[in-house]
């Protein structure tokens, strides 16, 4: 009788005896102390980390209490772990003079990684318009990414609407509300500067995000020249402008140079005008109250004269 051959697969001492319970509890994430230069940061992450008044106080609870919420990471090929969530603690941690802090070890592929990272950090109460728009669209690339893995039936515009009804129904925000953040990353560094620092309002930015490159770089010069931020209907006639190839820099200056509805409204005196009048200790506070009182002294004397 002829004998069979194959592989026989002998199982170890520990796996024979091992309980289904020590099993599970060996496949659970357990928290780790992991050396601070062993973390990195998570790659195009697109939050800013900023040595704030936030983070001081981080830096003092650390500093008191130790890390109280474990970051999240995973493994690096190269080694090392690659930061998901955590990078504000790490560096508060940095900060606070420790070596180690507190991590869950997690394998996790690029896609599911970065959108744990951009959920973390969304939940945070104050985002910059910047951080919000390449959150946006870094979460939107992975899901469609994911669904180009598990659904390949669906049409590529079908896909892209519906994981963009993902991103705004996680973070609060309608599909065209994000859509109008991810648009944002369409501007030049100096322009996407202006609006987290509310120089050019968001509206308006969303429009010039349609300008080529180079027009973006004739339109900081152009608001140079005017010495103007744009409204929402300059930001538009400029977008029109782009699409029609008429974007010139001398019709980004004629259209900054005019004046808005806003500012015909006001009465506008310089400054060395006024100082003329007044004392020089006077502040700008005690100035504007000083020339109230004497303009409702000249309203109650105008009125007098025309009751006689």
Request: one cysteine or more; a negative charge; glycine letters at 4%.
């Amino acid at each position: 009788m002829p004998k069979r051959s194959g592989n026989i697969s002998l199982s170890s001492y520990d796996d024979i005896f091992q309980t289904d319970q020590s099993r599970e509890e060996a496949q659970q994430e357990r928290v780790q102390e992991i050396p601070l230069s062993e973390l990195h940061p998570f790659k195009g992450h697109p939050f800013k980390v900023l040595d704030d008044d936030a983070m001081q106080k981080t830096v003092e609870s650390i500093t008191q209490f130790g890390v109280m919420t474990p970051a999240i990471a995973r493994p690096r090929p190269e080694g090392g772990y690659e930061l998901i969530a955590g990078h504000r603690r790490h560096h508060a941690s940095e900060l606070a003079g420790k070596e180690t802090m507190p991590v869950i070890v997690r394998d996790m592929d690029d896609d599911a990684a970065t959108i744990l990272m951009v959920d973390s950090n969304l939940q945070r109460e104050t985002l910059l318009p910047s951080e919000r728009a390449f959150a946006y669209k870094m979460k939107l690339e992975a899901i469609k990414h994911q669904g180009q893995r598990t659904d390949l039936t669906s049409s590529q515009v079908g896909m892209k609407l519906q994981a963009m009804d993902i991103v705004g129904q996680e973070a609060g925000d309608s599909r065209n509300q994000v859509h109008r953040y991810i648009r944002l990353t369409e501007l030049i560094p100096e322009l996407l500067d202006m609006v987290d620092e509310k120089k050019i309002a968001f509206n308006p930015a969303v429009e010039l995000s349609y300008l080529k490159k180079e027009e973006q770089k004739d339109f900081l010069e152009a608001m140079d020249y005017a010495q103007a931020t744009p409204s929402l209907s300059q930001a538009q006639r400029l977008k029109k402008f782009s699409q029609e190839g008429k974007c010139s820099l001398d019709a980004m200056c004629a259209i900054m140079s005019e004046e808005k509805k806003s500012e015909l409204d006001k009465v506008t005196i310089k400054n060395d005008v006024l100082r003329k009048y007044f004392p020089k200790s006077y502040t700008p506070k005690q100035m504007e109250d000083t020339i109230i009182k004497l303009l409702e002294q000249w309203q109650k004397k105008r009125e007098k004269s025309m009751e006689r």
